[in-house]
């Protein structure tokens, strides 16, 4: 269906998507829980890391979700780990909505990313994502505080996790402050791989 909210990460075992501070990105607990999508061909061609790589069930999903993304919702610490890491040629290829207290200019990449930052909330920056994407949908991309929000607004359709087999013991939880007496939860997927489990969601409100 156009104009899903969506949001779709990788998660340990036990429940983070980072380890808490940003130099520790790209550390060993990072590489072992993105090693899945490190692999894969989609993700190595557009993130400009190389040739090559596999194209299985992983890589159907990875490329599936990025071809239904109209346009993207993001957190501030998640731009500004982006921002140090990924090539001149962003690899989003649409609008992304900045949502911060930060003051800032859109700025525009080469290959059609175009970051905007937004200075009143994530259901503005939503507003203004679902409009840019047209008849496709809106990826909320993360990280956690961002996709909280957004959950406990009632604001996001269904979601997909990549569960990798990594304990981290800290950092950045997922669903860290959701409002778990309001959200209900449907599972509509589930798909192990050699490397991961997706396990896929609808989100629906008590
Ligand atoms: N495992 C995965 O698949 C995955 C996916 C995505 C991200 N991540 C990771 O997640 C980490 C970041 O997550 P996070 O939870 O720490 O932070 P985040 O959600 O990326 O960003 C939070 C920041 O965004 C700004 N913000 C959020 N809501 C706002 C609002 N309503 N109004 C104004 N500003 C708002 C604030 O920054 P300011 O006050 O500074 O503006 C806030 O501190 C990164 O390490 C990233 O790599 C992992």
Same mark, same amino acid.
């Given at each position: 269906?156009?104009?899903?909210?969506?949001?779709?990460?990788?998660?340990?075992?036990?429940?983070?998507?980072?380890? @808490?501070?940003?130099?520790?990105?790209?550390?060993? @607990?990072?590489?072992?829980?993105?090693?899945? &999508?490190?692999?894969?061909?989609?993700? $190595?061609?557009? *993130?400009? *890391?190389?040739?090559?790589?596999?194209?299985?069930?992983?890589?159907?999903?990875?490329?599936?979700?990025?071809?239904?993304?109209? #346009?993207?919702?993001?957190?501030?610490?998640?731009?500004?780990? =982006?921002?140090?890491?990924?090539?001149?040629?962003?690899?989003?290829?649409?609008?992304?909505?900045? &949502?911060?207290?930060?003051?800032?200019?859109?700025?525009?990449?080469?290959?059609?990313?175009?970051?905007?930052?937004?200075?009143?909330? /994530?259901?503005?920056?939503?507003?203004?994502?679902?409009?840019?994407?047209? !008849? $496709? !949908?809106?990826?909320?991309? =993360? =990280? #956690?505080?961002? /996709?909280? @929000?957004?959950?406990?607004?009632?604001?996001? !359709?269904?979601?997909? /996790?990549?569960?990798?087999?990594?304990?981290?013991?800290?950092?950045?939880?997922?669903?860290? =402050?959701?409002?778990?007496? $309001?959200? #209900? *939860?449907?599972?509509? $997927?589930?798909?192990?791989? @050699?490397? &991961?489990?997706?396990?896929?969601?609808? &989100?629906? *409100?008590?």
């Amino acid at each position: 269906m156009a104009g899903t909210v969506f949001f779709s990460v990788s998660m340990s075992l036990d429940g983070f998507i980072a380890p @808490q501070s940003s130099e520790e990105l790209m550390g060993r @607990q990072w590489m072992e829980l993105q090693r899945w &999508v490190f692999a894969q061909r989609f993700f $190595r061609e557009n *993130l400009k *890391l190389g040739t090559g790589g596999e194209e299985g069930p992983d890589n159907d999903i990875v490329r599936e979700t990025f071809e239904r993304t109209g #346009a993207s919702v993001m957190g501030k610490r998640m731009f500004d780990a =982006g921002e140090q890491m990924w090539p001149e040629d962003a690899p989003f290829h649409t609008p992304v909505f900045v &949502v911060t207290h930060e003051r800032r200019d859109s700025w525009d990449r080469p290959g059609g990313t175009t970051f905007h930052f937004v200075n009143d909330g /994530i259901e503005a920056a939503l507003d203004r994502a679902r409009e840019a994407a047209g !008849d $496709r !949908d809106v990826r909320i991309a =993360g =990280g #956690a505080e961002t /996709i909280v @929000q957004c959950v406990n607004a009632g604001l996001v !359709d269904e979601f997909t /996790i990549s569960l990798s087999p990594v304990l981290f013991g800290s950092g950045i939880r997922l669903f860290e =402050g959701v409002d778990a007496a $309001r959200v #209900a *939860l449907e599972p509509v $997927r589930a798909e192990p791989t @050699q490397r &991961v489990t997706h396990l896929g969601y609808a &989100v629906r *409100l008590r």
